[in-house]
C-alpha cells in the first residue's frame, strides 16, 4: 500500500468515525427527547436493545429468530358502544405525541 493510498484509506475512516459520531449524537438526542416526554424509559430501551440484538445474533447465525410479532405489545381500543364496561387501557403517549393538531 503507497503513501497515498495509506492517507486516502485514514481520511475515509476519518470520515467514517465522524458520521458514526453523528449517528449516535442524534440517536442519543431523540432516546433524550422521549425519556424527558416520558414516552419511554431508559429500560425500555435497554430491553429493546437486548431484545434486537438476540434477534440479530440469531438471524446471523440462520436461526429462527426469537421474536416475531407475539412478542408486541397490543392494547386494543376500548368500544364506543360501552365504554362504561370497557377494560382499562393504559394511556399511549407516543400516539398522543404523534397526533397532529
Known amino acids: 500500500m503507497s503513501a497515498v493510498d495509506r492517507i486516502e484509506f ?3 475512516l476519518g470520515d467514517m468515525a465522524e458520521v458514526d459520531y453523528k449517528n449516535a449524537l442524534g ?25 434486537l440484538d438476540a434477534q440479530l445474533e440469531t438471524e446471523i447465525r440462520g436461526q429462527k429468530p ?3 410479532p407475539a412478542h408486541l405489545r397490543v392494547v386494543p381500543a ?4 360501552s365504554p362504561a364496561h370497557a377494560p382499562a387501557t ?6 398522543d405525541a404523534l397526533k397532529t393538531p
Not at 43 to 49: E, M, S, T, V
Open 66 to 68: 426469537p421474536c416475531g
Open 10 to 12: 485514514m481520511t475515509r
Open 90 to 95: 393504559p394511556a399511549d403517549p407516543l400516539a
Open 27 to 51: 440517536l442519543a438526542a431523540i432516546i433524550d427527547v422521549l425519556v424527558r416526554k416520558g414516552l419511554a424509559t431508559p429500560a425500555d430501551f435497554a430491553d429493546a436493545a437486548k431484545r
Open 78 to 81: 376500548p368500544s364506543p358502544a
